[in-house]
């Protein structure tokens, strides 16, 4: 028969709470408290001349005289050190750093003999009767304010600085009379516990010493877990000393889950020990099967989102602020007045600042593109070419080339890429039609208008850039490899040409508003 939970069990709180009220979930889950003596795998730290020796000899200095010499030390003493980090599995027989001693480097530690005490492991109904991997040495009762079916109140913080908060109680079926009560879980279980415990909270130590000193960090916080040090490990106690001292106590442990800035749910370990996979699939189960902590969850997760929009959209309004007095300085103040080109010129900054961020890339080269593209159907609005007019060339694709790139050339370009060999007839009708014609197109219309006019804007454009044809021609493969793409190497270099390009065409889009 399976055990039944009382509803009326105590709620505890075995950690502190995040520091973010607005976005945490409190979850009160149920557990049963099994108190026995659990095996304590202690660890010693190493002392100053340990640390020394092992750090000379990761260094490459192994040989007693040598070490002496350089740390002012008698040669025994330096060589019985050896001696002890070898037996120990510290170093190996060529004085070089083993992976236990690396690890006990980093950390300042070494496995010592086991040592017992009474400590607490918790036994979830949920998953079956599994252990959580942590230890408690107390119960300690959480401040309760208020209690409803599925749901209490709790008071965190200090009474001068009380933090009131409301946690959701996971319940499970009543207990009524004659309920099962849990298996005991084995001494091996209880041994592997505290091993699980032991070695998440060092893993601990080793990630914030690491954060404080500012080292990269030497493994995944996983794989320190799991580190057994000494040469056969640790070694394993004598399971005949595992006691059950108690009844097992039906307890609701307290757990704080937040909403990353991603909309992920991060589940902290109810135990004080970074995060934790067992909670955090306790909580993605209720969230499938709905109900009132499911939508607890969502509400947290739309709030997160709507925080972080506003916050984004607050600093993106600040920064094109900026980047608009930016521009009214290099292109004087009439670029207010044209809408179109101060808000893709704006957006190519705004890209430009993202640096080598995801996606910047492509955010630049799309708004150069729009912004020549918007150029261009300008240009063939402001100096119009009749369908009649250019029919005559525009009938096969040799004509269409030779009289394209006879008006480039004579323009001042320097090449005429295969792009703007258009069918200028169609392009023609297209505009009178005023359809949005794209770049390619309103391109090789504007050549040919331009070819027979000297005061077209393309004369100054060709005068400033002779390769501009080429640079647009390239830009467009570079807005179909972004779009593709992942990062590129090259990103930061050709955001920097992009602006470039984007710069040269603003002057000439204000003056065709």
């Known amino acids: 028969m399976a055990p039944s939970f009382p509803r009326s069990a105590r709620i505890v709180q075995l950690c502190p709470a995040p520091p973010r009220r607005d976005e945490r979930i409190c979850v009160a889950f149920p557990a049963w408290a099994h108190r026995v003596t659990a095996p304590i795998l202690p660890r010693r730290g190493l002392d100053l001349f340990e640390r020394v020796v092992l750090g000379l000899c990761h260094a490459g200095i192994r040989e007693p005289d040598l070490i002496a010499a350089r740390i002012n030390l008698h040669v025994r003493l ?193 135990f004080g020990v970074g995060t934790s996979a067992m909670f955090g699939e306790l909580l993605e189960r209720r969230l499938h099967d709905g109900g009132a902590l499911a939508e607890r969850i969502r509400g947290v997760a739309r709030s997160r989102a709507e925080n972080a929009e506003r916050t984004y959209r607050q600093a993106e309004a600040t920064a094109r602020a900026h980047v608009e007095s930016v521009l009214v300085t290099e292109f004087g103040a009439d670029i207010r007045g044209d809408e179109d080109a101060l808000d893709l010129m704006t957006d190519v900054d705004l890209a430009v600042m993202l640096g080598d961020q995801a996606g910047a890339l492509e955010r630049v080269v799309h708004a150069t593109h729009r912004l020549y593209e918007e150029l261009f159907r300008r240009l063939a609005r402001g100096y119009p070419v009749s369908a009649g007019s250019v029919r005559a060339v525009s009938s096969t694709q040799a004509l269409r080339r030779a009289a394209v790139e006879e008006a480039a050339h004579g323009i001042g370009f320097q090449a005429v890429p295969r792009l703007f060999v258009q069918d200028l007839c169609k392009a023609a009708r297209d505009v009178e039609a005023g359809k949005n014609v794209t770049l390619k197109e309103v391109g090789a219309l504007a050549l040919v208008a331009a070819h027979r006019n000297a005061e077209h804007p393309l004369h100054r454009l060709a005068a400033r850039r002779p390769d501009l044809l080429s640079a647009l021609a390239a830009l467009g493969a570079m807005r179909n490899r972004v779009s593709h793409g992942g990062r590129d190497p090259s990103a930061a270099q050709d955001a920097k040409w992009c602006r470039e390009l984007a710069a040269l065409a603003v002057p000439e889009l204000i003056a065709l508003q």
Do not use: K, M, N
Not at 122 to 143: C, I, K, M, N, Y
Not at 237 to 260: H, N, Q
């Open 78 to 270: 330096c060589a019985h050190i050896i001696d002890q980090a070898v037996r120990q599995g510290l170093l190996d027989r060529q004085g070089e750093l083993t992976e236990q001693g690396r690890l006990a480097l980093r950390t300042g530690s070494v496995a010592e003999e086991t040592s017992w005490s009474v400590r607490y492991v918790f036994q979830s109904p949920e998953a079956g009767g599994d252990l959580w991997p942590r230890t408690a040495e107390r119960l300690v009762d959480a401040h309760v304010t208020w209690r409803a079916p599925g749901r209490a109140g709790l008071q965190l913080g200090t009474t001068g600085h009380p933090d009131h908060i409301e946690a959701a109680i996971v319940e499970v079926a009543d207990a009524g009379p004659g309920a099962a009560v849990p298996g005991r879980p084995g001494p091996e279980q209880v041994v592997e516990v505290a091993r699980l415990d032991r070695d998440a909270r060092e893993a601990q130590r080793v990630r914030e010493f690491e954060r404080v000193q500012g080292l990269a960090p030497a493994a995944q916080p996983g794989e320190a877990a799991g580190a057994r040090p000494g040469p056969d490990g640790d070694r394993p106690p004598a399971l005949s000393r595992i006691a059950f001292i108690d009844a097992p106590e039906p307890v609701l442990v307290v757990g704080f889950a937040v909403v990353d800035g991603s909309g992920e749910l991060v589940a902290h370990d109810p």
